[in-house]
Structures are given as C-alpha cells and as structure tokens.
C-alpha cells in the first residue's frame, strides 16, 4: 500500500492499515445485516476520530481533509481508491468503490463473533444484558460487562480486553423494551466517555 523502504513509510502503512481495518470492518459489519449490494459505500466519520485511527494530529478538519487527499497511499489499497470530503463541519465522507465492497463481500470472510451478535439481535430485541453477557462468554470467558454512568449515552459496555475474538466496545442501550448496540473503537468509546 504505501513504500515501506523507509521507516517514515512504515508508520504511515501502519497507520493506513488502521484505517483500512476500521472501513473493513464497518462495510462487513453491513454486509452482514443488511445484505450485500456492489455499489458505492459512503462512511462518516468525526474528523478526531479518523486522526484516532491514523494517530495524527492534524489540527483542523479541513487540514486533515487535504492531508487525506494528497496520501498517495490511499490510491491503491485493497479496497481500491478511497476518496475524501468534508461535510457537516466537522465529518469526512470516506467513499469507496463498488469493486471495494466487492472485494470485502468476496475475500473477507465473516467473524463469527460479529456474525452471532447481529444474529442474536436480528432474532431477539429485547434482550437482556444476562443473554448478552452468556453469548459474549460462549466466544471467550475473559470480557467485561460494566454499567455506564447515569448520564452515557448507553446503559452497558461488553469488551474483551485481549482482544480476542473482537477489538470492539460494545455499548448497550435498553430503551423502551428494545436493546439496541452500537460499536466503537477503544479510543473512539474512551473519547466518548471521557
């Protein structure tokens, strides 16, 4: 994806592959519930949380949006040309082509812990946290389950702090009788609880 010759390079692969990981992971993650469609995918995103991904500083949205679109490296990635743009003030667009939704459809399988739990919500909405807690055991024993303060956003969060199988936080919110999920990255969930 990007020169790895020099150490500067290998930072910023790493860096992209962070990115690129994260957009992976979010298009599957809509594969999954909503089925699968060649067509453009548009993803937003907080411009502090794409410098989050990227571990950059890059002061304002607008400087970052120029940055983002003069890294080369972001021609040629396996999801093929990513393109950039700023919207709502503080939001880029991420879009990426038909033939890189194509290619999570086609080479990416599908987690079996993300496929579970979409699965575990597509059939039951109205979970408890006890049901959640006994599918986050059945993946591994080592996850934590904590109540959010009073004021979050979401009432719980499940993670599994080694990782494995899933990096993701999963917050929960019980809202009149319906359990609803949404998934952060660590950094994105510690900046929302900060």
Known sequence: MVDQGS???VKEAMNMDRLLGNLIGQIKEAQIKLGYTKETIRLYFPADSIC??????CGSPKELLVMLQQEEGFCHTVLG?????LCKGERIEVRI???GAAYVKEQ???????SGIIELFRENQHLTMEELCT???KFNDHYICEKMK???DFDYVLYFPDGKPDSWYYCVRLEMDHTIYHRFTKADYRMITA
């Open 135 to 137: 599918f986050f055991g």
């Open 52 to 57: 989050r991904l990227l571990d950059c500083n």
């Open 81 to 85: 040309k990513l393109t950039f743009s």
């Open 108 to 114: 990416v399988p599908d987690p079996p812990f993300l």
């Open 7 to 9: 150490k500067e390079g």
């Open 97 to 99: 082509s038909a033939d």
């Open 150 to 152: 009073p004021d979050a």
